[in-house]
Nanobody
Framework: DVQLQASGGGLVQAGGSLRLSCAAS????????IAWFRQAPGKEREGVSS????????VYGDSVKGRFTISRDNAKDTVYLQMNSLKPEDTAVYYC???????????????????WGQGTLVTVSS
């Protein structure tokens, strides 16, 4: 049974940092692309970042480039999202998702992902 557990959210002031974790179980983690999405109230789910299975190549949404870094530890079946220089507009529920065999153009499209975690809330105060 595929499970993804996101954690690490919280309240932080603008300019601060947080690190989110996505712990996976129930599937062969190293074979899957893992992504972070976020959804703010009243807005569509937005692709934040994705990291591929083999080689760990990464992509980022334009709004987080240069501030967020995604990484994975295949030995721990965990993906991390280091978020620096946080802004109030980063406030959202952050979800991790997993899928296989994704083409480059689909890595930040939420409909591409078959498995989802429960989300963790990030609140950035001004």
């Amino acid at each position: 049974d595929v499970q993804l557990q996101a954690s690490g959210g919280g309240l932080v002031q603008a300019g601060g940092s947080l690190r989110l974790s996505c712990a996976a179980s129930g599937f062969r983690f190293r074979d899957y692309t893992i992504a972070w999405f976020r959804q703010a109230p009243g807005k569509e789910r937005e692709g934040v970042s994705s990291i591929r299975s083999s080689g760990g190549s990464t992509v980022y949404g334009d709004s987080v480039k240069g501030r967020f870094t995604i990484s994975r530890d295949n030995a721990k079946d965990t993906v991390y999202l280091q978020m620096n220089s946080l802004k109030p507009e980063d406030t959202a529920v952050y979800y991790c998702a997993a899928s296989k065999n994704l083409i480059l153009s689909s890595l930040l499209r939420y409909r591409s992902y078959a498995h989802w975690g429960q989300g963790t809330l990030v609140t950035v105060s001004s």
